[in-house]
């Protein structure tokens, strides 16, 4: 198997069709050992010029290119990514460090936005309709935006980038990815296989290198870049909006979150739980949806803690690529951000329910929290690690006052046996997606974005090609 998945990687940028290689090099190193995986070809921003030229001489054949045409395409990359499901999994799991299952499940959310937009391909429509006069008809139709650019994250490598590329593609754009330096090689084994699906030269590109400010300028400001697609954090994607703003290029943005999870006293207590363990969890908590506020109704706060804490105890954490359910966090400095957190926390009367300890490595170890308050950091900070922070509630509009204080609106959850509870809670939340006695909610078929700044636009769903189109109306004079 190590022989496959090193085979999937091509150790530099990959721009109209080719590999290309570069003055440096850099380490990507297996975030479990610290053991070199690869090195790969450091791009520079003439590079990243280059593949923004490639997608834009590629639009004019991309565009020609039929909806049933793109469609087979893109039908073809998920064949082979599917066929390297394996290979792909194990890949990820050595350069972000996630658990083995957990990387094999994103493999499979990732090829998931492909065939659904390998069927959206052929269903792009627009509107015949009558003029408001007799010799006049009117006519909607939908164009690809052009080339798009695509600023991506650490803690999905393949998952984001399909996200995004089988949606422009679909929708007939060109499109060139700047994956985080973290991990290149799940980006570039999606352009090798990308490039035996027969994806035309151009079309799609990957440019890798640790320079992500010169390199996300030349997205920014170049005037053959339509749209810029951005998943990554509120503050970058800040910058990111403001670079935009000369060249009026289309933005969306899937950025940080905050999500409260909040268990009413009418709960299935049970099924909190294990909404509760989903929701943490994941990625060792480092997901945008992760729950990151634990807002419990105050009657049965001490038992839910009690039964977490027993659950928590009973996960592992070890080498992702060993069958354990936490793998060490992208880097030891990620996990003293989310030590700094708890300290802060603990000095200022946090509880502490779990005995574990950090030993100062990538590996932070679960923790529940309980009394947290809003002078802790903890309480409007991602924590993007393995701790539960505990707050507690007693009236349902105060637990819709405590979800709301916050600037994001990414995700949020709640768990309640009470329909009526239920309406006028969603009703209240402002978020972009809500999981209602649900802790999983992510999938091909669902609009996933946010709201505030969380950001805006949708990745997924029947409104996911929105975001690569425009729209042009034509009046037709018919005398
Ligand atoms: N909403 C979502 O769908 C979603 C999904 C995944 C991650 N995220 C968010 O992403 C963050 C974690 O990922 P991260 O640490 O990679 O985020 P990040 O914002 O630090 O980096 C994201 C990407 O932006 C690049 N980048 C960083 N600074 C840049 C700059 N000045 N100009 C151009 N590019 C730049 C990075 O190289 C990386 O490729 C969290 O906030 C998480 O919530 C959101
Ligand atoms: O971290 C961000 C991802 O979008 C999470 S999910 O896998 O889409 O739920």
Redesign the pocket.
């Known amino acids: 198997m190590t022989t496959e998945y090193l085979a999937l990687i091509r150790h530099g940028s990959y721009i109209n069709g080719q590999w290309h290689s570069s003055d440096s090099v850099f380490s990507v190193l297996d975030k479990a050992t610290n053991a070199q995986i690869s090195v790969v070809a450091n791009a520079q921003p003439a590079q990243m010029c280059a593949a923004i030229d490639a997608a834009n001489n590629a639009l004019p054949i991309w565009s020609t290119h039929s909806g049933a045409q793109r469609s087979q395409l893109l039908s073809n990359w998920h064949t082979l990514i599917t066929e390297h499901r394996e290979a792909l999994a194990q890949l990820l799991t050595r350069e972000q460090g996630k658990p083995l299952a957990e990387a094999r499940a994103e493999i499979d959310y990732g090829a998931g936005y492909i065939k659904w937009f390998a069927a959206e391909a052929e269903r792009i429509c627009g509107d015949v309709m009558e003029g408001v006069n007799a010799n006049q008809s009117m006519q909607v139709v939908k164009k690809p935006v052009g080339v798009v650019g695509a ?6 490598p393949n998952a ?1 980038i399909t ?1 995004k590329a089988a949606a422009a593609l679909a929708a007939g754009c060109t499109f060139v990815v ?5 991990t290149p090689l799940s980006a570039l084994a999606l352009a090798a296989l990308a490039h035996q699906a027969g994806i035309p030269q151009g079309v799609l590109n990957v440019v890798v290198g ?1 320079d ?6 030349e ?2 400001q170049s005037p053959k870049v339509a749209k810029l697609s ?8 800040q ?2 909006i403001k ?1 935009c703003a000369a060249t009026v290029k289309r933005v969306s ?5 905050n999500a409260p999870f909040i268990v009413f006293d009418d709960a299935d207590i049970e099924a909190a739980l294990e909404g509760a363990m989903q929701a943490k969890f994941r990625n060792a908590g ?4 992760c729950a990151n506020r634990f807002l419990v109704q105050a009657g049965i706060a001490d038992a839910f803690v009690a039964a977490l804490r027993d659950k928590v105890a009973t996960l592992s954490q070890g080498n992702g690529i060993d069958n354990v359910d936490l793998g060490p966090l ?1 880097s030891q400095q ?1 996990a003293a951000n989310v030590h700094a957190l708890v300290e802060d926390a603990v000095q200022k009367g946090a509880r502490r329910h779990t005995d574990t300890t950090w030993n100062n490595s990538a590996f932070y170890p679960p923790v529940i929290l309980s009394d947290i308050s809003t002078d802790m950091h903890i309480m409007h900070q ?1 924590i ?1 690690g393995p701790v539960v922070a505990l707050s507690t509630f007693d009236t349902e509009e105060q637990a819709i006052c405590m979800a709301n204080a916050t600037e994001y609106g ?1 995700a949020a959850y709640f768990y309640t046996r009470n329909y009526a509870r239920m309406q006028r809670v969603a009703n209240a939340l402002q978020f972009g997606m809500l999981g209602m006695n649900q802790a999983v909610i992510s999938n091909p078929a669902a609009p ?3 709201v505030k700044h ?2 805006y636009g949708r ?1 997924g769903s029947k409104y996911g090609l929105d975001d690569y189109l425009s729209l042009q109306y034509r009046c037709i004079g018919t005398h």
Do not use: H
Not at 212 to 217: F, I, T, V
């Open positions: 600023i991506t994250p650490w803690n999905f984001m996200r700047k994956p985080a330096a973290d640790t992500a400010q010169s390199m996300g300028r997205l920014t951005f998943t990554g954090s509120t503050k970058v994607g910058l990111l670079d943005m899937e950025l940080g979150g480092q997901t945008c949806v992208i990620a991602e993007f990414l996933f974005g946010g969380s950001g990745e």
